[in-house]
T-cell receptor
Framework: KNEVEQSPQNLTAQEGEFITINCSYS?????LHWLQQHPGGGIVSLFM???GKKKHGRLIATINIQEKHSSLHITASHPRDSAVYICAVKRVETSGSRLTFGEGTQLTVNP | DAGVTQSPTHLIKTRGQHVTLRCSPISGHKSVSWYQQVLGQGPQFIFQ???????GRGNFPDRFSARQFPNYSSELNVNALLLGDSALYLCATRESFSSGNTIYFGEGSWLTVV
């Protein structure tokens, strides 16, 4: 079992729909990251969370430390949101900024 | 300011050859980490360097090595390439060693071993 599990693996939505991507982890963490990866390979950091909720534009990220679960929500989805969304955690017992990644959720938003 | 830059962007090597991948961090970023991402999977940690010293190593064979230069740029070297080394190699940088600040990724180097 992976230490970081994401669901769903693939998600197809129509433009305008509300989207939720889930991340569960089985280790103690000091921070959780939501990242976006486009087909070219580059990764962009969307959020870094250690508790509660953060919002940036149409994106909202929440984390429940007790339940070891985080969600990424996209409101009013748009075709340009199509990408792979990756959850990554900073484990408590590792030093520095080493991250452990989930396998990603491929999101396709159709017009 | 330029973002994290990696070179080359794409390369093809033959089994048994050696490859060097390069990463230039954002100005002021002293921490550089390397990750390997095999198609369809999440990235796997290879190395972290901070202030020119190795500060972490993932579960990769000794064929993988890296170093960081005085200007904080970094090289990842892979010897005796295997087909399974075909992957996207990502460089990630941040200002400090600790995890308290935003991490920035490069566009990656796509390595194909034939």
């Amino acid at each position: 079992k992976n230490e970081v599990e994401q669901s769903p693996q693939n998600l197809t939505a129509q433009e305008g729909e509300f989207i939720t991507i889930n991340c569960s982890y089985s280790v103690g963490i000091s921070a959780l990251h939501w990242l976006q990866q486009h087909p070219g390979g580059g990764i962009v950091s969307l959020f870094m969370l250690s508790s509660g909720k953060k919002k940036h534009g149409r994106l909202i990220a929440t984390i429940n430390i007790q339940e070891k679960h985080s969600s990424l929500h996209i409101t009013a989805s748009h075709p340009r949101d199509s990408a792979v969304y990756i959850c990554a955690v900073k484990r408590v017992e590792t030093s520095g900024s080493r991250l452990t990644f989930g396998e990603g959720t491929q999101l396709t938003v159709n017009p | 300011d330029a973002g994290v830059t990696q070179s080359p962007t794409h390369l093809i090597k033959t089994r048994g050859q050696h490859v060097t991948l390069r990463c230039s961090p954002i100005s002021g970023h002293k921490s550089v980490s390397w990750y390997q991402q095999v198609l369809g999977q999440g990235p796997q940690f290879i190395f972290q360097y901070y202030e020119k010293e190795e500060r972490g190593r993932g579960n990769f064979p000794d064929r993988f090595s890296a170093r960081q230069f005085p200007n904080y740029s970094s090289e990842l070297n892979v010897n005796a390439l295997l087909l399974g080394d075909s992957a996207l190699y990502l460089c990630a940088t941040r200002e400090s060693f600790s995890s308290g600040n935003t991490i920035y990724f490069g566009e990656g180097s796509w390595l194909t071993v034939v």
